[in-house]
């Protein structure tokens, strides 16, 4: 194999300078206008504040009217512009509400944070069917419609930036997140396209990939009834171990600022990346060991003999 001509790298590198650059970086948070949806805990709400200490103007959305208000009066604290709207992602009129709503008390958008998102643990086996599509509806179509309804005054600004919040889940698959997984698969191929899209109009985007983050999304999902037994000891380790949101939030906005395409948040997610990059093989062998270690466990524990597979789908299955 040839090498590679001395002028190839410095290409490539003069490149990765050049996006940052020429328009895909945000140089100027100060007066601009954000809105963030799943604003009113965790990521979403400490993104938004992280915004507005740097003088960004808000829209913060979100189904919970208390944590939404607490959020405005942190925000407001800080002196910027903030409103906040109660909508479901994944309701495509209220989206478009939504919208009419920030345009009408804003005047624009500048940057555009989807990040509300739900999780649901279950064996692919035993979950049901409105659990994907709970999921999809507000992990993927809410992303979709947030990117589709406010691209056009994005590209009327003259900075403009979009995260999609993915997940490590979006890097690699992992038993009883099937779900999950699919939704943040989903979210990280449609940013990928997203950014070389929009490229030319100078509107940056970029796809987060959290890693345990100390939020409430594993106390505020669901889970099948084979699962439940664990949610109080997942909760402990995500908020006794998991990074909080704060720090996650100035990864993001530092990602906004150097118009980078994707932004891997945590050492976990970090090391997964590698795995898969390095040996992707590998990597999935070693969780399907560590799965079929722990449902040996789970059986003996239980004292339930693993049962035979039925040739139908159960009713439940399928509500």
């Keep these: 194999m040839q090498p590679a001509e ?6 490539f590198r003069r490149a990765g300078r050049e996006h940052r650059e020429t328009g895909n970086s945000m140089k100027q948070f100060k007066g601009r206008v954000a809105v963030v949806t799943g ?7 400490a993104t938004a504040l992280e915004l507005a200490s740097a003088g960004c103007h808000l829209a913060l959305a979100d ?3 208390a944590g939404l208000d607490s959020a405005r009066k942190q925000a407001e604290a800080l002196g910027v512009r903030v409103t906040t709207h109660q909508v479901d992602v994944s309701d495509l009129g209220a989206m478009e509400q939504f919208v009419a709503e920030v345009v009408a008390a804003h005047g624009g958008v500048n940057i555009l944070i989807n990040n509300a998102g739900v999780a649901a643990t279950s064996a692919f086996e035993e979950q049901k069917l409105s659990d994907y599509e709970w999921l999809v509806g507000i992990n993927f179509w809410g992303v979709v419609y947030g990117c589709k309804l406010f691209l056009p005054y994005l590209k009327q600004a003259d900075e403009a930036h979009i995260v999609n ?5 979006g890097l690699t ?9 699919a939704t943040k698969f989903a979210v990280r191929g449609f940013t990928e396209s997203l950014w070389v899209e929009l490229s030319p109009h100078g509107i940056g985007v970029t796809s987060v990939h959290p ?4 939020t409430n999304i594993v106390r505020a999902g669901r889970m099948s009834k084979n699962e439940e037994y664990q949610r109080a000891k997942v909760v402990e380790r995500f908020e006794s171990q998991g990074m909080p949101p704060s720090r996650a939030a100035k990864y993001i906005t530092r990602a906004i600022r150097q118009g980078r395409q994707r932004q891997l ?5 970090h ?5 898969r990059r390095a040996a992707p093989a590998l990597s999935m062998h070693l969780v399907k060991a560590i799965y079929r270690f722990g449902y040996r466990q789970r059986q003996a524990d239980s004292g339930a003999e693993r049962a035979a597979p039925s040739p139908e789908i159960s009713k439940e299955a399928l509500n």
């Design 6 to 11: 001395p002028g190839t790298l410095s290409v």
């Design 39 to 45: 604003a009113a805990s965790g990521i979403g709400r």
């Design 211 to 214: 890693g345990m983050i100390a």
């Design 265 to 269: 948040i945590g050492l976990e997610a």
């Design 271 to 275: 090391v997964t990346d590698w795995l």
């Design 63 to 65: 189904l919970n009217e």
């Design 165 to 169: 919040i993915s997940s490590m889940f």
């Design 173 to 181: 698959g992992i038993p009883t997140q099937s779900a999950y997984c």
